[in-house]
């Protein structure tokens, strides 16, 4: 497997994982700047993952809101990469490309080319990280059609940066709340806002006024760039 990175690549991996390891506030988003920065993985979906290959609290990076309320409205059922289709095959490989999974005739045939083709994509990486045998993340990457389509040489990359993403991400995150982006209140908010709680039955839980929920609200959608409730659900 060395044989297919040359020595430069390995040092560019060397700074990159450096660079990952200092202490940041949010370390998924400083992930994602420098994955395009060090080897131009420009576009990528950043989400929090669990060992049945459930999907949670994305962050885009240079991927459009639009994108992602498609996908998690009605596209990620036609995923080929979902993690959830592939779970035994991650654990196994941790990164995987279409190619891997699917034939070109077969893609192109399906709903899930339709909707990359109409926003430009035209291929998809996705990059499991485990910690301690537990899936902690998972890294979503799209190709744009002016870029050569990934190649094994990306999937080896990442088959060496996922157990450093996935160290790094829950060395930062012990101790912190499930929604690293989110206040202590704005968290137990939005947790009971998931659960399917009114603004009342929230306001009674934490023993707050309903106009304070409301303002947490607010904070919880400007923060995760939705509009209303609903899409929030979907977020996390």
């Known amino acids: 497997m060395n044989a297919v990175l040359s020595s430069l690549e390995f040092e560019q991996m060397f ?7 200092r202490p940041i506030g949010n370390i998924r988003a400083n ?20 060992d049945n290959g459930n999907l949670r609290d994305p962050i885009n990076y240079r991927l459009s809101d639009q994108v992602l309320f498609e996908y998690l409205d009605e596209y990620h059922h036609h ?20 190619a891997d999974i699917v034939n070109d005739a077969q893609f192109k045939e399906s709903p899930f080319y339709s909707f990359m083709e109409a926003y430009g994509y035209f291929d998809e990486m996705v990059v499991a990280l485990i ?8 890294l979503g990457i799209a190709q744009k059609k002016e870029r050569h389509p990934f ?12 157990d450093i993403m996935a160290s790094c991400l ?5 101790g912190e709340e499930v929604y690293p982006l989110l206040s202590k209140r704005e968290a137990q908010v939005a947790k009971l806002v998931k659960d399917g709680c009114t603004n009342k039955e929230v306001a ?18 400007q923060k995760y760039q939705v509009k209303n ?6 977020m996390l």
């Open 79 to 98: 995923d080929f990469l979902h993690p959830r289709k592939n779970v035994d095959l991650f654990r196994r490989k941790k990164a995987i490309r279409l």
């Open 15 to 21: 700074h990159f994982s450096a660079q990952i390891a």
């Open 170 to 174: 829950m060395h930062q995150l012990k």
């Open 31 to 50: 992930i994602q700047e420098h994955l395009a920065n060090y080897f131009g993985y420009d576009e990528t979906i950043f989400w929090f993952a669990d």
């Open 131 to 138: 910690y301690e045998d537990s899936f902690v993340g998972v």
């Open 151 to 162: 190649t094994e040489k990306d999937r080896i990359r990442f088959q060496y940066l996922s």
């Open 229 to 234: 409730r609903t899409q929030l659900v979907k």
């Open 204 to 221: 009674d839980e934490l023993y707050i006024s309903t106009n304070t929920v409301k303002r947490h609200l607010q904070n919880i959608y």
